[in-house]
């Protein structure tokens, strides 16, 4: 399925490194038209993860999940 209002299509998977976010690499979206994304990466050691929403349509963009194992 793809978003047609409200869509999230440009954002970044970021973790904590201690001192600053960075984004974990290859987690950059940008184009997106999907209503679910799924990443797979190799576990960071942090205990802090985030979405950096860079672009939504409409302007508002709204997440409903975001699991992280």
Do not use: C
């Not at 184009?31 to 990443?39: A, C, D, H, P, V």
């Not at 979405?51 to 699991?67: C, D, I, M, S």
């Amino acid at each position: 399925m793809t978003v047609t209002q409200y869509g999230v299509t440009a954002f970044e998977v970021q973790d904590w490194d201690g001192s600053a976010w960075v984004t974990v690499p290859g987690e950059s979206v940008t184009g997106n038209n999907r209503i679910k994304r799924t990443f797979t990466f190799a576990p960071p050691t942090t205990d802090r993860v985030r979405v950096l929403v860079n672009h939504a349509l409409a302007g508002y963009g709204r997440l409903t999940e975001v699991e992280a194992y």
